[in-house]
T-cell receptor, first 114, second 115 residues
Framework: AQTVTQSQPEMSVQEAETVTLSCTYD???????LFWYKQPPSRQMILVIR??????QNATENRFSVNFQKAAKSFSLKISDSQLGDAAMYFC???????????FGPGTSLSVIP | NAGVTQTPKFQVLKTGQSMTLQCAQD?????MSWYRQDPGMGLRLIHY???????DQGEVPNGYNVSRSTTEDFPLRLLSAAPSQTSVYFC??????????????FGEGSRLTVL
């Protein structure tokens, strides 16, 4: 069964600095999708960034970028120029195909220090 | 746009009572799912559906039932509530056809307390 691991339960970063959140996953598939979701205190889940496994180029969305290492089964999220609004729970997620289930990691709580 | 609508947002039950959490989406998404969120455990998949008439179990299905009679609705039933089912529940849906992006659209969550 696929599993998603986030080894950092809590992280903190100074405002304007850069932070990297780690995610590893276990799968025997060659094609799949990976995601990072953000959950602020409002509890609403928000998609931050996605990566398709067959694409070698790392995805980027403004201040958010990923380091996708397929052989190592690693999918880390880098947040540059951290802002107070980035404080939230961040979840890494995996999906095999468009008709398959989405599996989430346990999450990393990110604090941003002014 | 309504998106994914969950009701109720809050519910308190006594042990042994039954209830249904409602989930409806108006985006014609084939895929729908239910998660529970507990501190330190992330979102754990309870049940999911890839289309009307098709459901499957997730990681933690015991104590919950689902059905999918229409594309729009995916209710979650607690047959006999237990304190271990105290949690925040999320319904989520996604499009599965051409141009698929994989993005899950979430409801606002339902906080359930079982006494």
């Amino acid at each position: 069964a696929q599993t998603v691991t986030q080894s950092q339960p809590e992280m903190s970063v100074q405002e304007a600095e850069t932070v990297t959140l780690s995610c590893t996953y276990d799968t025997s598939e060659s094609d799949y999708y990976l995601f990072w979701y953000k959950q602020p205190p409002s509890r609403q889940m928000i998609l931050v960034i996605r990566q398709e496994a067959y694409k070698q180029q790392n995805a980027t969305e403004n201040r958010f970028s990923v380091n996708f290492q397929k052989a190592a089964k690693s999918f880390s999220l880098k947040i540059s120029d951290s802002q107070l609004g980035d404080a939230a729970m961040y979840f890494c997620a995996y999906k095999k195909t468009s008709y398959d289930k989405v599996i989430f990691g346990p999450g990393t709580s990110l604090s941003v220090i002014p | 746009n309504a998106g994914v609508t969950q009701t109720p947002k809050f519910q308190v039950l006594k042990t042994g009572q039954s209830m249904t959490l409602q989930c409806a989406q108006d985006m014609n998404h084939e895929y729908m799912s239910w998660y529970r969120q507990d501190p330190g455990m992330g979102l754990r998949l309870i049940h999911y559906s890839v289309g009307a008439g098709i459901t499957d179990q997730g990681e933690v299905p015991n104590g919950y039932n689902v059905s999918r009679s229409t594309t729009e609705d995916f209710p979650l039933r607690l047959l006999s509530a237990a304190p271990s089912q105290t949690s925040v529940y999320f319904c989520a849906s996604s499009y599965s056809g051409q141009g698929y992006t994989g993005e899950l659209f979430f409801g606002e969550g339902s906080r359930l307390t079982v006494l």
